[in-house]
């Protein structure tokens, strides 16, 4: 069993920034990839930005260059560093992580989500 437990979100102004912050804790062998996401209302989950264990990572055309991710291995801990927002990234953002339990079963779970508000 694994938990995410997500961080800071919140209500900024546009042009503001917020740092999200996603612990995993539970049996974890390997976490291969953690990740964002997110749900604005009405509408389907979307791909921010996932980051591998080796650093490779992949983001939407539309958080580049104002969005970073990274990680901390150590800590089992994915950030998202928001810089530069907009009241179109109003959302739910919601971590995830992939990667193997002990006796190699695979694993993908999601955090209960947070809430990031952007005023115009």
């Known amino acids: 069993q694994v938990q995410l437990v997500e961080s800071g979100g919140g209500l900024v102004q546009a042009g503001g920034s917020l740092r999200l912050s996603c612990v995993a804790s539970?049996?974890?062998?390997?976490?291969?990839?953690m990740g964002w996401y997110r749900q604005a209302p009405g509408k389907q989950r979307e791909l921010v930005a996932t980051i591998t264990s080796d650093g490779s990572q992949n983001s939407d055309d539309s958080v580049k260059g104002r969005f970073t991710i990274s990680r901390d291995n150590a800590k089992n801990t994915v950030y998202l560093q928001m810089n530069s927002l907009t009241p179109e990234d109003t959302a739910v953002y919601y971590c995830?992580?992939?990667?193997?339990?002990?006796?190699?079963?695979?694993?993908?779970?999601w955090g209960q989500g947070t809430q990031v508000t952007v005023s115009s």
């Open positions: 995830n992580a992939m990667g193997w339990l002990p006796l190699g079963r695979k694993f993908n779970y």
């Open positions: 539970g049996s974890i062998f390997s976490l291969a990839v």
